[in-house]
């Protein structure tokens, strides 16, 4: 997604003479992680071993239970990392906000 950051890199340089002496522009990052629309929930047992010490018994009676099913395929997501440009201008004086300039990228359809 780089391309996005060099579209308001190129807008920001279009802009800033255009901006000066009041104002100037800077180029911000928005970046976060996106894993799809369904996220798999990974990393819950099947089966558990569980071991009961008997009070009275110097003995120890293991439970173990028997896998019944067949392996399988998991499909795990793989978050997409997604960087977004945008632009902030801002007043040179007093280093007030003025506007935000969202660049439009296949993300924020």
Do not use: H, W
Not at 54 to 66: C, D, E, F, G, P
């Amino acid at each position: 997604m780089a391309r996005f950051t060099s579209v308001a890199n190129c807008c920001a340089q279009f802009l800033a003479p255009k901006l000066r002496p009041k104002y100037i522009v800077f180029v911000e990052v928005r970046m976060y992680e996106s894993s799809g629309e369904r996220n798999l929930l990974v990393g819950i047992p099947d089966v558990t071993l569980q071991r009961r010490v008997a009070a009275n018994s110097s003995k120890i009676n293991i439970t173990v239970l028997a896998n019944t099913t067949q392996p399988g395929t998991v499909t795990l997501p793989v978050p997409e990392r997604v960087r977004e440009g945008y632009l902030q201008i801002q007043e040179v004086e007093r280093r007030e906000l003025i506007t935000i300039i969202e660049i439009l990228s296949p993300t924020k359809r």
